[in-house]
C-alpha cells in the first residue's frame, strides 16, 4: 500500500501524467462548456423568436402541441451538443490514445445516447409546463412529484443507457461468475449476473456498474477491464460497488440531486418569469421559454455541483471501507486502483480546489492514505 502512488507515478511516466492532469483540467472546461453551449442554444432559438415560431407552428398551446414542442426544443439541443461538445471530446480522447472509434462512429454512439435523454428529460419538461400552466401559483409540489419519478426513470434506465452505447453479452466464465455469486451472497444481495460491455472497439477506459432488476444486482463490467485485471482485483471492484449498495448512497445521491433539481427548475422558473413580454414568450406557461429554463438549469447545477461531488467523495472512502471488510484482501485494493488510475489517465494527486468543486472522487492518493490507515486499525 505504501508503495502503490510510487508505482502510479512510475507507470504513467513523464507522458502520461502530463495527459492525467489536462484530463484532469479538462474536466472544468466540459463543465462550464455545458453551460456555455446551454446559453448559445437558448439565444439561438429566442433571436428572432425562434422557439416562439416553433411553438406556433407545432401548436404549442394545448397539451399535446406542448409535448412536441419540448421534445422537438431538447431533440435540437441535444443534437446541436452531440456535433459541438461530441468532437471536441472525440478530439480529446484521440489525442490521449483512449478512443478507438471513427469519428462518425464516435459521433453516432453519442446521437443515440443523447436521444434516450431526449425522450427521458422531454416527458419531464412536459410534466412541468402543465404543472406551470394548471397551478400557476402552486406548481412547486407538482414539480417535486415529477423530480422523483424523473429520477426513478433515470435509476431504472441504467441498462438502456449501458445497451445504448455498447454492446452486452453475458459472462462465459463459470468459476468467475461462481466468484461473483459468493461475493454477492456474502453481502446479502441477490445476484443478477455478469455481463461483459464489449467497450474494447470504441475505448481502452475500463470501468463497471451495478444495475438493480427484478429485486437483483446485475454487474456489469468493461471486457477492458476483465482483460486489464487479475479475477481477485475485479472483485475488489465488484465489492466497491456493492458498499455504495449496502450504504444506500444511490438512493442519498438522487434525493440530493433532485433537492437541486428542483432548486434548478424554480431558477429557471423566474427567469422566465421575468422575460414575458421578450423573444415572443408570453410567461411561464409558454413553453417556446424551454430554451431558457434549460440554461437556467444548467447554469445552477454548474455552481451547485460542489454539493453531491463532497458527499460522493466522502460515501467513496465508505465504500472502499466496505469493500475491503468483504474481501479481505488490501492487496488487490492496491493493485486494483493503480490499474484504474494508470489504465484511465488518472492524476493521482490533481489541485485541492479542482477536486473540492469538479471530482466526485477523492484523489488516488487520499483513497491510498486512507486505506492505508483503515487496513493498520484492523490489526
Given at each position: 500500500?505504501?508503495?502503490?502512488?510510487?508505482?502510479i507515478y512510475?507507470?504513467?511516466?513523464?507522458?502520461?501524467?502530463?495527459?492525467?492532469?489536462?484530463?484532469?483540467?479538462?474536466?472544468?472546461i466540459?463543465?462550464?462548456?455545458?453551460?456555455?453551449?446551454?446559453?448559445?442554444?437558448?439565444?439561438?432559438?429566442?433571436?428572432?423568436?425562434?422557439?416562439?415560431?416553433?411553438?406556433?407552428?407545432?401548436?404549442?398551446?394545448?397539451?399535446?402541441?406542448?409535448?412536441?414542442?419540448?421534445?422537438a426544443i431538447?431533440?435540437?439541443?441535444?443534437?446541436?451538443?452531440?456535433?459541438?461538445?461530441?468532437?471536441?471530446?472525440?478530439?480529446?480522447e484521440?489525442?490521449?490514445?483512449?478512443?478507438?472509434?471513427?469519428?462518425?462512429?464516435?459521433?453516432?454512439?453519442?446521437?443515440?445516447?443523447?436521444?434516450?435523454?431526449?425522450?427521458?428529460?422531454?416527458?419531464?419538461?412536459?410534466?412541468?409546463?402543465?404543472?406551470?400552466?394548471?397551478?400557476?401559483?402552486?406548481?412547486?409540489?407538482?414539480?417535486?412529484?415529477?423530480?422523483?419519478?424523473?429520477?426513478?426513470?433515470?435509476?431504472?434506465?441504467?441498462?438502456?443507457?449501458?445497451?445504448?452505447?455498447?454492446?452486452?453479452?453475458?459472462?462465459?466464465?463459470?468459476?468467475?461468475?461462481?466468484?461473483?455469486?459468493?461475493?454477492?451472497?456474502?453481502?446479502?444481495?441477490?445476484?443478477?449476473?455478469?455481463?461483459?460491455?464489449?467497450?474494447?472497439?470504441?475505448?481502452?477506459?475500463?470501468?463497471?456498474?451495478?444495475?438493480?432488476?427484478?429485486?437483483?444486482?446485475?454487474?456489469?463490467?468493461?471486457?477492458?477491464?476483465?482483460?486489464?485485471?487479475?479475477?481477485?482485483?475485479?472483485?475488489?471492484?465488484?465489492?466497491?460497488?456493492l458498499?455504495?449498495?449496502?450504504?444506500n448512497?444511490?438512493?442519498?445521491?438522487?434525493?440530493?440531486?433532485?433537492?437541486?433539481?428542483?432548486?434548478?427548475?424554480?431558477?429557471?422558473?423566474?427567469?422566465?418569469?421575468?422575460?414575458?413580454?421578450?423573444?415572443?414568450?408570453?410567461?411561464?406557461?409558454?413553453?417556446?421559454?424551454?430554451?431558457?429554463?434549460?440554461?437556467?438549469?444548467?447554469?445552477?447545477?454548474?455552481?451547485?455541483?460542489?454539493?453531491?461531488?463532497?458527499?460522493?467523495?466522502?460515501?467513496?472512502?465508505?465504500?472502499?471501507?466496505?469493500?475491503?471488510?468483504?474481501?479481505?484482501?488490501?492487496?488487490?485494493?492496491?493493485?486494483?486502483?493503480?490499474?484504474?488510475?494508470?489504465?484511465?489517465?488518472?492524476?493521482?494527486?490533481?489541485?485541492?480546489?479542482?477536486?473540492?468543486?469538479?471530482?466526485?472522487?477523492?484523489?488516488?492518493?487520499?483513497?491510498?492514505?486512507?486505506?492505508?490507515?483503515?487496513?493498520?486499525?484492523?490489526?
Amino acid at each position: 500500500m505504501e508503495t502503490a502512488l510510487q508505482e502510479i507515478y512510475e507507470k504513467l511516466g513523464a507522458e502520461g501524467l502530463r495527459i492525467a492532469r489536462r484530463q484532469a483540467r479538462a474536466v472544468a472546461i466540459d463543465s462550464f462548456s455545458w453551460v456555455v453551449w446551454s446559453l448559445l442554444f437558448a439565444c439561438i432559438m429566442l433571436d428572432e423568436s425562434r422557439s416562439a415560431r416553433l411553438s406556433r407552428w407545432l401548436g404549442g398551446g394545448d397539451t399535446l402541441g406542448a409535448l412536441k414542442v419540448v421534445l422537438a426544443i431538447l431533440l435540437l439541443q441535444n443534437i446541436y451538443v452531440a456535433l459541438v461538445e461530441g468532437y471536441s471530446l472525440y478530439q480529446k480522447e484521440s489525442r490521449i490514445g483512449t478512443n478507438r472509434q471513427s469519428l462518425v462512429g464516435w459521433l453516432k454512439s453519442r446521437l443515440k445516447q443523447r436521444l434516450l435523454e431526449s425522450v427521458i428529460f422531454g416527458l419531464f419538461y412536459w410534466g412541468v409546463y402543465l404543472a406551470f400552466r394548471s397551478r400557476p401559483d402552486n406548481w412547486l409540489p407538482l414539480v417535486a412529484v415529477l423530480v422523483i419519478f424523473l429520477l426513478l426513470v433515470i435509476y431504472l434506465s441504467g441498462y438502456l443507457q449501458v445497451r445504448a452505447g455498447f454492446e452486452v453479452e453475458p459472462l462465459a466464465d463459470d468459476s468467475f461468475d461462481t466468484a461473483m455469486k459468493r461475493l454477492f451472497s456474502k453481502a446479502g444481495f441477490k445476484y443478477g449476473g455478469v455481463n461483459v460491455v464489449k467497450a474494447s472497439d470504441k475505448t481502452t477506459r475500463v470501468n463497471a456498474l451495478l444495475t438493480s432488476k427484478g429485486g437483483r444486482l446485475s454487474l456489469f463490467i468493461f471486457d477492458t477491464l476483465l482483460e486489464a485485471m487479475e479475477p481477485e482485483e475485479v472483485e475488489f471492484v465488484a465489492a466497491h460497488e456493492l458498499g455504495h449498495r449496502a450504504s444506500n448512497d444511490i438512493f442519498w445521491r438522487l434525493s440530493l440531486h433532485g433537492v437541486l433539481m428542483l432548486i434548478g427548475v424554480s431558477i429557471g422558473h423566474e427567469m422566465i418569469s421575468r422575460a414575458q413580454g421578450h423573444w415572443g414568450l408570453y410567461g411561464a406557461a409558454d413553453v417556446a421559454s424551454l430554451p431558457l429554463l434549460l440554461f437556467g438549469v444548467s447554469a445552477w447545477t454548474f455552481v451547485a455541483q460542489v454539493i453531491p461531488n463532497t458527499y460522493m467523495r466522502y460515501r467513496e472512502y465508505a465504500a472502499d471501507s466496505y469493500a475491503l471488510r468483504l474481501t479481505e484482501n488490501p492487496s488487490a485494493f492496491k493493485s486494483a486502483l493503480v490499474k484504474l488510475t494508470t489504465l484511465n489517465f488518472v492524476d493521482p494527486e490533481p489541485p485541492e480546489w479542482l477536486e473540492f468543486w469538479f471530482h466526485n472522487h477523492p484523489s488516488v492518493a487520499k483513497r491510498l492514505r486512507r486505506a492505508l490507515r483503515f487496513r493498520d486499525a484492523l490489526r
